[in-house]
């Protein structure tokens, strides 16, 4: 894959350096080329979260960064060193929302949405922002979709069903070979006797982990176990497993979902040193990952203790997200054919400005009609138009030159054959719609 994407990446590049106006660093556009995989994306989350009876919802790009200092937790990387942070002329400070769920669970008390159902299922897709050193596969602004479940007392069914729904979309874009690493991180009570156990197995290996590791272990110390340093993971490979340090029910609820997930045929991988480093979960956490990528494609988690920290009320909940960008990735990866612009088989070709500007009206009447058409009124020459029905392989041409617009009539081209026949004006529309195959 590498190499066939090389070479026109590179092309690019140079073009685009010649010009003065850039991206933003570690922000990207989505050409034209890529939006028929970018819709496909769309599609299946809209299909998934239908099927499974998730709604719809839009928040705003900008939120009031409190949400996400409490609900994220102020020791970890995202609100300490990744948020867009904006203060506004009035002096508010705002931030470019750095993920949905926090601000999903805002939406959800503002607008009293409860009373439309237990639990409330919602599904989004949009752009988030994280100001992060841009590397491969990690953008400053990227998308996802993702689903929330909220309400319905932390039963495992739903937390199989959040992992259930993402891991849909996966298999409905014929991403193939992809593993759900599930762990589960406890409550607050057994979690705080494991965490006990793990800060003292990095306090007597202290001399043996990196500086930032040194740190976590006493601001947020699960986040020790996400540290990528070669001595630090030698230590990990160590660490007690938080898997034995479960008190009886969050025991009995990570099996519960085992078993869902048995039940509809989800492979997973029970990874004891998955916590994923946001201070709102508990229980299940888990993160799909594609053969042959390290980067995971997306993940999620039970996070009951959001609203309350929030100061929002009780309320449990879970959910899962993907990464539209790296979901686009595997896509490309595997050689999915990209569609060319939306292939009309019907072109019309112009010859004249009267033409034009009778073609003009025509399209209109094929839009009512819902029949796609194309044209090229930027070229004049006969030659020139039919090589771009040429091109965009129609299966019709339509030629209306200075005399058809006098006689109310126009020329049909079957394009395979070269067979060419005049109809009138006013029958086309049906005329076509008959030749069509
Ligand atoms: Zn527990
Ligand atoms: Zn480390």
Known sequence: MAEKEAAPKKEKKVREKKMAYQTVKGMHDILPEEQPLWDKVRLATKHVGEFYNFQ???????????????????????????????????????????????????????????????????????????????????YRQFNQVGFEILGAESDPVYDAQAIMSAFRIIEELKIKNVTVHINSIGCHKCRATYIK??????????????????????????????CKEEKCQL????????????????????????????EVKIPYYIDSYLVRGLDYYNRTVFEFFGEGFSVALGGGGRYDYLSETLKLGKLSAVGSALGTERIIEVMKASGKIIVPRGAARVFLVHIGDEAKKRGLALIEEFR???VRINESFGKDSLKSQMRVADKEQAQLSLILGQREVFEGSIIVRDMETGAQESVPLERIVEEVKKRLK
């Open 56 to 138: 719809r919802i839009d928040t705003p790009v900008l939120e009031g960064a409190d949400i996400f200092e409490r609900g994220l937790g102020t020791k970890t990387d995202i609100v300490e060193k990744e948020m867009f942070v904006i203060k506004t002329r009035g002096g508010d400070k705002l931030v470019m929302r750095p993920e949905f769920t926090s601000a999903v669970m805002r939406a959800y008390y503002q607008h009293g949405l409860s009373q439309f159902g237990q639990p409330m299922k919602l599904y989004y897709e949009g752009p988030v922002f994280r100001y992060e050193q841009p590397q491969a596969g990690r």
């Open 197 to 226: 156990k793990l800060e003292a197995h990095y306090k007597k290996n202290a001399l043996k982990i990196c500086k930032d590791c040194k740190n976590r272990i006493s601001t947020n110390p699960l986040r020790v176990l996400d």
């Open 235 to 262: 230590v990990k490979a160590e660490a007690p497993i938080i898997l034995d340090y479960l008190d009886s029910e969050c025991k009995a609820h990570f099996t519960k979902v085992l078993e869902y997930l048995d």
């Open 368 to 370: 009512k009609s819902g």
